[in-house]
């Protein structure tokens, strides 16, 4: 009886406490460092932050420049008054074969 308690104990130690929490705190420091290293690469809007993570936000390039927006700030890009100019601009790239066209750039008041 004294043999099976030992080696309950035993097991127990084992599983909660010293091999589940040293793997645990590793594996979780190396997603951590992903996470962050995925911030840079446009997981969040360039213009309101909102994160692309959790896929309830869309994320497409600017119109203007190279910058990864969501959806809500490609509809305010839409708005601005010089949309159709930066649309016509890439238009015009594209059919001079430049498909890699950065935009005319970002207007200051948007
Ligand atoms: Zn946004």
Redesign the pocket.
């Known amino acids: 009886m004294g043999n099976a308690d030992y080696r309950k104990h035993n097991d127990g130690s084992l599983n909660s406490s010293t091999y589940h929490k040293k793997d645990g705190t590793k594996v979780r420091a190396i997603l951590k460092r992903e996470t962050e290293k995925e911030v840079e690469m446009e997981t969040n ?6 994160s692309f993570i959790d896929g309830k936000v869309s994320s497409i390039m600017s119109r203007f420049n190279l910058d990864i ?2 959806s ?2 490609e509809s305010k890009e839409k708005l601005h008054p010089a949309y159709h100019e930066a649309q016509l601009a890439e238009l015009k790239a594209v059919q001079n074969g430049d498909y890699n066209f950065p935009g005319i750039g970002k207007p200051a008041d948007l």
Do not use: T
């Open positions: 809007c360039a213009r309101c932050n909102v927006i969501c809500h700030c």
